[in-house]
């Protein structure tokens, strides 16, 4: 399996950014896709994750309300919609994925695959 991510850019304070993972490799639909995000100098923190199969999503607290996770089964691809972006916001996200349940882990450690990183730098 193998995840690549897009769409990262700079966006202003209150701005919005969608960022995209395309999945290849998969075989099971019985599986979970997250997004976490990484600031310099801050471990790698939980944004939101979604089950492939159940559409069942949950989130940080800290984007509760302002991201929405989704999923296209057939472009093979999880996106993470971004309404108003703080500068809080700004980080590498990376995308994850782990097959074979539909448990809606927030652990990094609770990932198998990994994607590359875009980086999302919101301006004050």
């Known amino acids: 399996v193998q995840l690549q991510a897009s769409g990262g850019g700079l966006v202003q304070t209150g701005g919005s950014l969608r960022i995209s993972c395309v999945i290849s490799?998969?075989?099971?639909?019985?599986?979970?896709m997250a997004w976490f995000r990484q600031a310099p100098g801050s471990e790698r923190e939980f944004v939101a994750a979604?089950?492939?199969?159940?559409?069942?999503?949950t989130y940080a607290d800290s984007v509760k309300g302002r991201f929405t996770i989704s999923r296209d089964n057939d472009a093979n691809t999880v996106y993470l919609r971004m309404n108003s972006l703080k500068p809080e916001d700004t980080a590498v996200y990376y995308c994850?994925?782990?097959?074979?349940?539909?448990?809606?882990?927030?652990?990094?450690?609770?990932?198998?695959?990994w994607g590359q990183g875009t980086q999302v730098t919101v301006s004050s």
């Open positions: 490799g998969r075989t099971s639909s019985n599986y979970v």
């Open positions: 979604i089950s492939w199969r159940l559409g069942s999503t």
């Open positions: 994850a994925g782990r097959d074979g349940t539909y448990v809606l882990e927030t652990k990094p450690r609770g990932y198998i695959y």
